[in-house]
């Protein structure tokens, strides 16, 4: 089935610093989401890209869908305690007759952690 | 606006006990509803999905089932827990063809 390799696993990042992370997949996806996680609650959506090429930003984020179709990346600028968390990538490939249109494949997350 | 409700938000079971886990979504009809686990650290595992009443799509063997009763409430169940179904289940709603799924507050399920 299809995968998605997310990296890096995880960040030790200072106050302020930017962040970047990335999915790939070997496969084409057509959609791909990126999700927040706080401890203890259920992932927020930040960002979707439906579009190869598009380049999305909501405030401090800014995430783009590879024109490849094959890869995806997020980055964070001037990263604020907040911030703290795990990423995931979420992707949707073309339907098949074996592929419900409905379901998302997640990447394995980025911890990531503000060192003080 | 939409909303989504899980319940109990923890709960911790023996093994061998039954499951019940309830998802419901308010403020829209006829959504694809999910069940995902994940295990601590880890990422999403899609356990059940459904595009309607009664209609549930099963993606790993295991000793959990699904049901949907109503269009916007979704059941995750067990007769026996083992100690590998503790986790973190979390249900999820989508609507038509868009391809965005929100998440619920999830339920901390711990087998003893």
């Known amino acids: 089935g299809q995968q998605l390799n997310q990296s890096p696993q995880s960040m030790f990042i200072q106050e302020g610093e930017d962040v970047s992370m990335n999915c790939t997949s070997s496969?084409?996806?057509?959609?791909w989401l990126w999700y927040k996680q706080d401890p203890g609650e259920g992932p927020v959506l930040l960002i979707a890209?439906?579009?190869?090429?598009e380049l999305t930003s909501n405030g401090r984020l800014t995430a783009q869908f590879g024109i490849t179709r094959k890869d995806s990346f997020l980055n964070i600028s001037a990263s604020i305690p907040s911030d703290v968390g795990i990423y995931f990538c979420?992707?949707?490939?073309?339907?098949?007759?074996?592929?419900?249109?409905?379901?998302?494949?997640f990447g394995t997350g980025t911890r990531l952690t503000i060192i003080p | 606006s939409q909303t989504i409700h899980q319940w109990p938000a923890t709960l911790v079971q023996p093994v061998g006990s039954p499951l019940s886990l309830e998802c419901t979504v308010e403020?829209?009809?006829?959504?694809?509803l999910y069940w995902y686990r994940q295990a601590a650290g880890r990422g999403l595992q899609l356990l059940f999905y459904s595009v309607g009443i009664g209609q549930i799509s099963s993606e790993v063997p295991q000793n959990l089932s699904a049901s949907r009763p109503q269009d916007r409430q979704f059941i995750l169940s067990s007769k026996k827990l083992l100690l590998s179904d503790s986790g973190f289940y979390l249900c999820?709603?989508?609507?038509?063809?868009?391809?965005?799924?929100?998440f619920g507050p999830g339920t901390r399920l711990t087998v003893l």
């Open positions: 999820a709603w989508s609507v038509g063809r868009l391809d965005t799924q929100y």
């Open positions: 496969s084409i996806f057509n959609t």
């Open positions: 979420a992707g949707r490939t073309l339907p098949t007759a074996n592929f419900g249109n409905e379901k998302l494949t």
């Open positions: 403020g829209t009809s006829n959504p694809n």
């Open positions: 890209l439906y579009k190869a090429g």
